[in-house]
């Protein structure tokens, strides 16, 4: 059984993309930390990361019927996407957002969140960390 951990624009520069805001873990490194989680608690996670809006949203479709539970961070996409919503609203697992920087420390335009309207928790301002802290909390979800 497969956690989907989707994660949308500029996160291929994690690490290296305004290490002020967002640390110097990388997308390889929070793969890892993810992945025992998940492991121990006996399931599989497939991380992806794209730059394209149409990308995530047919990941997502794949994840209807291959995923047990999302976990996404749909960065810059989170403020402007009714179609990452709706493509979400297809899913029937449970859906966890996660955003490494405490969006609502920061410019209004990132204090609304479309995805929040179908996640069953957010998870914000906990680094990188926060991706592990969300698939520990999709294992419990999904008990
Ligand atoms: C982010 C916060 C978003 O506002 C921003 O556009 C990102 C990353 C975060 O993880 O803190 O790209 O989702």
């Known amino acids: 059984e497969t ?38 608690a006996g399931y599989a996670i497939r991380l992806l990361q794209s730059n394209w ?12 019927n291959d995923a047990v539970g999302i976990v996404i961070n749909p960065a810059a996409f989170t403020h402007t996407s009714v179609a990452v919503l ?10 966890l957002e996660v955003h490494i920087s405490n969006v609502h420390k920061r410019e209004a335009f990132r204090h609304h969140s479309y995805v929040s309207l179908r996640a069953d928790g957010v998870i ?3 680094g990188t960390e926060g991706y592990a802290l969300a698939v520990r909390r999709m294992v419990s979800l999904l008990g």
């Open 86 to 95: 709706d493509a979400l609203n297809t899913f029937e697992g449970p859906v």
């Open 124 to 126: 914000a301002g906990f």
């Open 3 to 40: 956690i989907y951990i989707l994660n949308g624009p500029n996160l291929n520069l994690l690490g290296k993309r305004q290490p002020e805001i967002y640390g110097y873990d990388t997308l390889a490194d929070v793969e890892a930390a993810c992945a025992e989680v998940a492991e121990a």
């Open 53 to 64: 809006e149409g990308q995530i949203i047919d990941w997502i479709h794949e994840a209807r």
